[in-house]
């Protein structure tokens, strides 16, 4: 029988080793070789990038080859490069898109294989969903058309191309590269292990500012956390702050799509927090207009923000590959996900935790505020926000089980509160009548339950999510 192969919320994601294997990701590139030659884009080459994680570089080296073996010229990182430089590699290299070989946040033990498109954006459903039914067939007739990779450096169908300067020269015309520098903050860096090492110390270190950098180095087991720059695994970033006296803390994830913050005192803020304040700085410091872009599992604080600056506020299912396309469409200022991925007006339509980074410290910058009196400043304008999400892993045969217990009979209260809406876009998505919310979800790329609230309080959010488990029986 041949193992089936799943796209997901960003691509396939995979545990190394057991369905992750050379074979299955020679087969991943085989489809996407046959789509592209299909459509007609195959002239226009792709490119081709990987993270820190094990054996990425050879995964990602079998995929050039693959291409190669179908005549498809392919740019091909000679280094773990975060997601963010290779989507925005694709669009300066004209290419027709590029296959990166992450899991992103995954634990140490996934890989993945994401595709992107011609505009640096995640691969839309349609394109995954095309790649993917091709696959039954490909593996198993065990097609996959290769070319060595020394051959096809000497023939020109690949090269290696360094996408950084290109990167870093376009970053620095959105945001004042040189001020940042000059700011004198002292910035500590948490690059997990990931693709984003070195990258805010290269920028930012050549005048006042100093930034340190811990978890740097290439450790394909992420020795201590899951490289997701949520709470629990800034616990090393918050006492380095206490210790060191740094104005901030930034973390990036396995690929540094993603970004994470610490404030001040050691206090990590949530991706909420951090989607609301880098909307704020584009209105008030920018004074920027544009609509913005938010996936269900996000704050409504961008409502109340889009109300007090007059601008729309589009709300999608969970996966950047949803928001892009109305950020494209709609010229939106901003987009953003749960998972603390935020894109921008003017970039690439995608996640990029490392400009979403510049731009946070250009808020502190240009306000004179400590990221802890950025959310008080935020709160002044929005009221208290308070978020908190619950993972747990489940037997995926319990799966219809487990959400038939809200489906059938979907509640009309939470605790106390009266369920005023109920949107099952992605999940299920509960309104409660003081403007609070529980969202019920299962993850697209793990075997993982999620359930989300936000509230006035912490302790409301977290009473809430208490009653969300209870009704789902886990």
Not at 20 to 36: D, K
Not at 375 to 403: M, S, T
Request: proline fraction near 6%; glycine fraction near 10%.
């Amino acid at each position: 029988m041949v193992p089936k192969i799943k796209f997901g919320t960003d691509g396939w994601r995979g545990i190394i080793a057991d369905d992750f294997t050379f074979a299955n990701v020679r087969y991943c590139a085989q489809s996407v070789a046959e789509y592209l030659r299909d459509k007609g884009l195959a002239p226009r080459g792709m490119v081709v990038g990987y993270d820190t994680r094990f054996a990425s570089e050879r995964f990602a080296a079998a995929v050039a080859e693959v291409f190669a073996g179908n005549d498809i010229k392919t740019s091909l990182c000679p280094q773990a490069t975060p997601t963010p430089v290779v989507s925005y590699g694709v669009t300066q290299h004209k290419a027709a898109g590029a296959v990166i070989i992450t899991a992103s946040h995954n634990p140490g033990q996934w890989n993945g294989f994401k595709i992107k498109s011609a505009d640096g954006s995640s691969a839309p459903t349609a394109v995954e969903a095309e790649v993917e039914s091709r696959l039954p067939q490909i593996m198993a007739q065990d097609r996959a058309s290769t070319m060595p990779l020394e051959e096809g450096l000497n023939r020109g169908l690949i090269r290696y191309v360094d996408l950084a300067p290109a990167y870093i020269q376009h970053i620095s015309s959105l945001v004042d590269i040189q001020g940042l520098r000059d700011s004198g903050l002292r910035i500590t860096v948490d690059s997990m292990f990931g693709a984003g090492s070195g990258y805010f110390k290269g920028i930012l270190e050549s005048g006042r500012t100093e930034v340190i950098e811990i978890n740097g180095e290439r450790n394909p087991l992420f020795p201590g956390i899951q490289p997701e720059p949520i709470a629990r695994h800034l616990t090393k970033l918050s006492a380095t702050i206490r210790q060191n006296g740094s104005a901030i803390g930034l973390a990036t994830d396995g690929d540094a799509d993603r970004i994470g913050v610490v404030d001040e005192q050691g206090h990590p803020l949530t991706p909420l927090q951090i989607f609301a304040l880098l909307a704020l700085y584009l209105f008030e410091v920018r004074g920027e207009r544009g609509p913005m872009v938010r996936t269900v599992t996000t704050t409504s604080m961008l409502n109340k923000l889009g109300k007090l600056y007059d601008v729309p506020v589009y709300e999608t299912k969970v996966g950047f590959k949803y928001v892009a396309p109305i950020m494209m469409s709609q010229n939106a200022l901003i987009g953003g996900e749960e998972s603390s991925g935020f894109g921008f007006r003017g970039h690439i339509p995608e996640r990029d935790g490392i400009l979403a980074g510049l731009f946070l410290l250009d808020l502190m910058r240009k306000l004179a505020m400590s990221p802890s009196q950025l959310i008080g400043h935020l709160y002044q304008k929005v009221g208290p926000h308070h978020y908190n999400r619950l993972d747990l892993e489940f037997p995926p045969a319990d799966r219809e089980k487990i959400i038939g217990r809200i489906a059938n009979q979907p509640p009309a209260r939470i605790g106390p509160l009266n369920v005023v809406k109920l949107n099952q876009a992605d999940g299920y998505h509960f309104t409660l009548s003081d403007g609070s919310w529980l969202l019920v979800r299962f993850s697209g790329t793990e075997p993982i339950l999620r359930i989300y609230a936000e509230a006035a309080s912490l302790e409301q959010a977290n009473s809430i999510i208490a009653e969300g488990r209870r009704l789902l029986g886990v």
